[in-house]
T-cell receptor
Framework: AQSVTQLGSHVSVSEGALVLLRCNYS??????LFWYVQYPNQGLQLLLK??????LVKGINGFEAEFKKSETSFHLTKPSAHMSDAAEYFC??????????FGKGTKLSVKP | NAGVTQTPKFQVLKTGQSMTLQCAQD?????MYWYRQDPGMGLRLIYY???????DKGEVPNGYNVSRLNKREFSLRLESAAPSQTSVYFC????????????FGQGTRLTVV
């Protein structure tokens, strides 16, 4: 079975600071990994995904994530937070012909 | 570009009432999904349809039924609503299951009193 653990239900950073949102997964088969973002009262939209190939994945809005198989991790980072990054972020795992399994989410607050 | 359209956006039901949540996508996607989102629980899969003509249970199917009416439309029915079904419901679609991006609707906020 696959599962996702997001460490920290709330993360607060200052504007301009590094954003680091943690995600660990468990999967018995090679995983596909995703980060989605949800702004208030909206649906989810894809930030980035890892399927195969390069382990450092770049997404929209300056976010990136690195797939580390040895650590079963897929942490999301952004060098410099912006007020508009305040949202809830979800890590998700899937497999070939599988459904998305979501973590419980991390709410990011950005302080001026 | 409509993407995934859900109706209604808000609904209040009394315990025991029934209703159907509608979802349509215009991206010619094969797979469609219904999730519910509860605080601190993330998104949990209720039902999915891997392709037109098929439906399968997800993680939390009890109290729900679905219909894949055609390739575009996937509806979710609550036969006898319970307060535990108070939640935000999201419909999503993807080209296929697995490694393709899922596109989400705006959600339906359902309250059962």
């Amino acid at each position: 079975a696959q599962s996702v653990t997001q460490l920290g239900s709330h993360v607060s950073v200052s504007e301009g600071a590094l954003v680091l949102l943690r995600c660990n997964y468990s999967s018995s088969v090679p995983p596909y990994l995703f980060w989605y973002v949800q702004y208030p009262n909206q649906g989810l939209q894809l930030l980035l995904k890892y399927t195969t190939g390069a382990t450092l994945v770049k997404g929209i809005n300056g976010f990136e994530a690195e797939f580390k198989k040895s650590e079963t991790s897929f942490h999301l980072t952004k060098p410099s937070a912006h007020m508009s990054d305040a949202a809830e972020y979800f890590c998700a795992v899937s497999r070939s012909q599988g459904n998305l399994i979501f973590g419980k989410g991390t709410k990011l607050s950005v302080k001026p | 570009n409509a993407g995934v359209t859900q109706t209604p956006k808000f609904q209040v039901l009394k315990t025991g009432q029934s209703m159907t949540l509608q979802c349509a996508q215009d991206m010619n996607h094969n797979s469609m999904y219904w999730y519910r989102q509860d605080p601190g629980m993330g998104l949990r899969l209720i039902y999915y349809s891997a392709s037109e003509g098929t439906t399968d249970k997800g993680e939390v199917p009890n109290g729900y039924n679905v219909s894949r009416l055609n390739k575009r439309e996937f509806s979710l029915r609550l036969e006898s609503a319970a307060p535990s079904q108070t939640s935000v419901y999201f419909c999503a679609s993807s080209l296929d299951r697995g490694n393709t991006e899922a596109f989400f609707g705006q959600g339906t906020r359902l309250t059962v009193v």
